[in-house]
């Protein structure tokens, strides 16, 4: 997709670069558009430059170069608080000498709003959150998870178009994230709300969002939706960052009709999918195979994989599925997933196996 100014656009990063020192930019010529309603997440290593667009978003940072609009408006000459947007971060507390209900009410308050609007806005807002019963406490009666939910419902109370999340999930526990996960996803998309959210948790960005900015180093290194980027991934930084991913090193020896066959390391020939610009006849790549879709059982193996040798070095029974570590062209590292069913043989350490794909499934990337 286009990341350049369209019609459609409510959020654009036009163009934008940031620096904190006038020497190193940690943001390098971002361009990215959302349209209105989408739920975009910036997935990345930690430095990478996600928290520095969404404070620039929020208004707390300057662009040192570029420009940000919202709704075709550009914003960088307009204060935070002005700017009409909601927002959660991991630390961004509540007031802790006012009531849930009186810190909601305070972004009504700012916004000269009056009382009996006030207190219909702050009962739907803390209902959506299931916290209606909890307006009269103060945020340290409140569970970490709770607070979070205010948190939400403060962010929520004015109806902003647009909503920045910055990890706002990292303190809390695995089933009570996972749960503030989907509560958060439908809230926004029943309120048609515009959402970007920061994490640097994979799983919370494919299981959340429409699409996902996968960062590294200052730049989107892909834009697409969570499926694209796992089963697609354009570079070698992505296919390791989304997911479990099987590497194997060679050369490219030569390209026909849209197949690279790539020599191994270690000598084997195998053909795979084309897919970084650098993947040229003589260059380095490494290729990337995800564990489910190796085959070692033989009659599963399908017409047109191709196999290759493979010593199993451990077997490991997760419940619905097996994972098993093998030896595959010199890498002692390479995982296969397997679905646990009745007819799918459990390897034993020191088993010398036959495993296959397809070549769609092996994909030439960077080296
Ligand atoms: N206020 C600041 N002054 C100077 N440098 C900063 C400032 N804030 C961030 N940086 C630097 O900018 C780079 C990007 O940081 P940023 O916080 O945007 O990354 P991030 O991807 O959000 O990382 P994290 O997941 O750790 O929050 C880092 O190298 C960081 O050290």
Redesign the pocket.
Known sequence: MADSASNDAFVEFDRVQKS??GETL??KDLNLSLPRGEFLTML??????????L?MLAGF?TATHGDIRLGGTSINNIPPHKRGIGMVFQNYALFPHMTIAENLSFPLEVRKMGKSEREEKIKRALDMVEMGAFGGRRPAQLSGGQQQRVALARALVFEPELVLMD?PLGALDKQLREKMQFEITNLAHNLGITTVY?T?DQTEALTMSDRVAV?DD?RIQQLDPPDTLYEAPKNSFVAQFIGENNTLEGIVKEINNGVALVQLDDGDIIDCMPVHESVKPGARTRVSIRPERVEYNKDRIQEGAHTLKAEVKEFIYMGDIFRTRLSVAGNDEFIIKTRNAPDVDRLKPGQQIEIGWLPEDCRALDA
């Not at 990345?44 to 667009?53: M, V």
């Open positions: 904190y020192d940690v943001v990345g290593p930690s430095g990478s430059g996600k928290t520095t667009c404070m940072e990890e920061v640097h960062f200052g």
